[in-house]
């Protein structure tokens, strides 16, 4: 498990435009939002993604630089970035299982004649302070009950606003 305040584990992969995404390369005003996602196969990833890319310009103007996250290939990755409206979202792809577990997201094995890969981590979403340090968290084991979009940019001004603490750092 993650630990509010703490460094987050390293984290890189390819991007769908054909760069390279490095977190601690990343130098946002104020915080990275990465929004891990099941992949491909998931209609609800589909949805929140999409409703990431109608806020994107909220995020943005908040000194925030979004990523969604996936341990999709390319080929599946690629079919994200052309058919969802995923919009300006930057679209990483190739999450290691391993990374994935130093994240501490939980993972799924393909159902029996799903469309599923064999192996894919379910959603995560974390805001990382520019120092590399963990401010939030939230991790799931089931793709219901996204956190809300606009809670979460109202929760961003009242940190911003006031200066607000990392919370959960007794874990």
């Given at each position: ?5 703490e ?11 054909g760069?390279?995404f ?17 992949g491909?196969?998931?209609?609800i ?17 908040r ?10 290939n ?22 290691s ?12 094995q ?36 996204r ?12 940190i ?10 007794l874990?």
């Open positions: 498990m993650l630990k509010p305040d460094k987050v584990p390293k984290l890189e992969g390819p991007l769908t435009i760069a390279h490095t977190l601690d390369k990343q130098s946002p005003e104020n915080f990275n939002l990465l929004v891990f996602y099941r491909k196969h998931c209609p990833c589909r949805g929140y993604l999409k409703e990431l890319s109608n806020r994107l310009d909220a995020f943005t103007e000194g925030i630089n979004v990523f969604a996250i996936s341990m999709d390319k080929e599946r990755a690629t079919v994200v970035h052309e058919e969802w409206d995923t919009g300006d979202v930057p679209l990483v792809y190739n999450l299982e391993s990374s994935a577990r130093e994240w501490g997201l939980y993972l799924s393909k159902r029996p004649d799903s469309e599923e890969p064999d192996v894919f981590s379910e959603p995560g979403l974390f805001l990382v302070r520019p120092d590399g340090a963990l401010h939030f968290a939230c991790v799931q084991n089931a793709p219901f009950t956190p809300p979009l606009d809670q979460l940019l109202e929760g961003i001004d009242h911003l606003e006031n200066d607000y603490p990392v919370r959960g750092t874990t």
